[in-house]
């Protein structure tokens, strides 16, 4: 245990004489937030869409031929059909469609009858861009079966589309917030754990470890331990900041904050040992900022923080799939805005177990080769 202890007090001890690199790696997250938050644009595609028609008449059917419409030109939407409306709401919920279009079985008989034709439309609005662009195209989907003019005052022959956020309203600012925090951990694994153990053997300090009765696990255990640390309190720092500039309340309070900082603590041992896999075997500062702008474009835009996942195009669909921040980020939203609980997000929880595991073990077995 002392032996451990000494290797987190040196590598700590480095990293406070490095303000610039702290300084950097908490300031760099929130002025992501603040110029992307503001900046960024983009033609979303592939959004997933569950309807439900318990309609057979002719002006559902009008609904659904513009609906394939949108589909196939645009590809704004995937369209799902299922029977019942439970079960689709409940996907929504669930995270398997951005939201559920229900058409009533009465429909098309109060369109006959001008008697104001309802149908509803259940949004996952956590993510602001993608229920926006589908409320847009379910209403640009309805207007064909309105009058072929706008009227100032509401018409009772007119077909309303009633939607229902199912959870309380979510920004594209306040979106950003988890992607945020992710980019925080990912700067911090990078400064710390591995990059100190590059830095070390590039001015040769490596060497006195062999005269040393300090083994190799005791090195890549205190690296991590003092990598998780630093980082920990750095994506702590960055989220309660994202959270007082973007107005996001902690609506259960300390149960979520514990939800969050469990995650938190996951993603960073996920990152620190993918890092020590990676880098762990460099032997010079210059290829680890080589690789630092390249690892964060791979690992980060294809998480679906500034971006969904449904958009993508298929192969980086799949490399979302094994992808950590993925299901780091997934956690996080779901934590943050859909209050959610660690139970409802077992399957990121177990994925980023995993991959910690895996990568830990590959980095063990890397470092010894190496020392």
Known sequence: ???????????????????VVLAMSILMPIIYLVILGNSFQGKLQGLPLVVVNQDSGPYSMSIMENMRAVE????????????????????VRQGRYKAALIIPPDFSKRVSLKARPEVGLFLDNTDGISAETIRN???????????????????????????????????????????????AIFLGALTTGAFNLVMDRFLGIDESYLLTPISKSHI??????????????????????????????????????????????LTTLCLLSLMFVIIGRVNHPRIVGLLSGFLNVILFFPSGAIYPIASFPEWLKAFARIN??????????????????????????????????V???IAMGTFKRTL
């Not at 779901?334 to 139970?343: A, D, N, P």
């Open 1 to 19: 245990m002392i032996r451990l202890l000494a290797v987190i007090e040196r590598d700590l001890k480095k990293f406070k004489r490095n303000p």
């Open 72 to 91: 196939a030109g645009p590809k704004t939407l995937t369209i799902f059909r299922i029977k019942d409306q439970g079960e689709a709401i409940n996907g």
């Open 137 to 183: 195209a379910v209403n640009g989907a309805l207007k064909s079966i309105n009058s072929d003019y706008l009227s100032i005052r509401e018409k009772t022959d007119q077909t309303l589309l009633r939607d229902i956020d199912l959870y309380r309203k979510v920004d594209y600012y306040q979106s950003l917030v988890p992607g945020v925090v992710i980019m």
């Open 220 to 265: 890549v255990a205190g690296l991590i331990i003092s990598g998780l640390s630093i980082t920990t309190i750095i994506a702590v720092l960055i989220f309660a900041v994202s959270m007082v500039m973007t107005g996001i309340p902690l609506s259960k309070g300390i149960e979520q904050f514990a939800s969050i900082l469990i995650v938190i603590i």
């Open 324 to 357: 950590p921040e993925a299901y780091a980020v997934d956690a996080l939203k779901s934590i943050l805005f859909k209050g959610e609980s660690l139970g409802d997000i077992s399957g990121d929880i177990a994925f980023l177990l995993v991959f910690t595991f």
């Open 359 to 361: 990568m830990m073990t």
